[in-house]
């Protein structure tokens, strides 16, 4: 339910994109520059609100053996640029998935990066089993000094967006 999925925070709208009118234009101006076709699963959660801070923002997986979990701030939005000032946060801003690959000195093969998450790690929409069209993975991929580790996480958005929990509890 799209409804209860997003965080409420009057006054909090670094990341809140929902003022952005999604339009087909906008999706296809996006996918063109990113070159991905957008999961459907994410375009329609973005439809509904155009990004920003989901209630639930954990996710387990396992390293080493072990159980962990991964959070993130938002999930960036599409914004237009040239109608909105605050777009710095949305998945083609300043701040969007470009700038997180190039500024974390993550592989630039992977995806896109639809996750505002940490300086040292990123979450992805990775498509390098289905190519540029399919349906893409969930990769967290984390740097450790000049090494990057990753870490399946989902088959899907969807798959991933259903498993995310409120806490580590």
Same mark, same amino acid.
């Not at 991905?36 to 509904?48: C, E, F, V």
């Not at 996710?59 to 390293?63: A, G, I, L, N, P």
């Not at 701040?95 to 990066?113: L, N, R």
């Given at each position: ?21 999604l339009t087909d234009a906008l +999706?296809? %101006? $996006? ?9 459907? &699963?994410?375009? #329609? ?9 989901p209630e639930k923002n954990y ?5 080493d053996g072990q159980l962990c ?30 700038? +997180?690959? %190039? $500024? ?9 990066? &639809?996750?505002? #998450? ?52």
């Open positions: 339910d799209t409804t209860e999925f997003w965080r409420n925070i009057a006054g909090y709208a670094l990341y809140d994109c929902q003022p952005h009118i +999706i296809e %101006e $996006a996918e063109q520059t990113l070159g991905y076709k957008l999961p459907q &699963a994410y375009l #329609s959660l973005i439809r509904y609100h155009n990004g920003g801070i996710y387990s997986y396992v390293e979990w991964e959070s993130f701030n938002a999930i960036l939005g599409i914004a237009d640029k040239e109608k909105w000032l605050n777009t710095e946060h949305s998945l083609l801003g300043s701040c969007g998935s470009q700038h +997180i690959i %190039e $500024a974390g000195g993550f592989p630039s093969d992977i995806g896109v990066v &639809a996750f505002d #998450s940490r300086d040292n790690r990123a979450i992805f929409l990775d498509y390098r089993r289905c190519g540029p069209e399919g349906e893409p993975c969930i990769t967290l991929v984390k740097r450790v000094g000049s090494e990057y580790r990753e870490y399946p996480l989902a088959d899907s958005f969807e798959e991933f967006i259903r498993g995310l929990q409120d806490s580590t509890v």
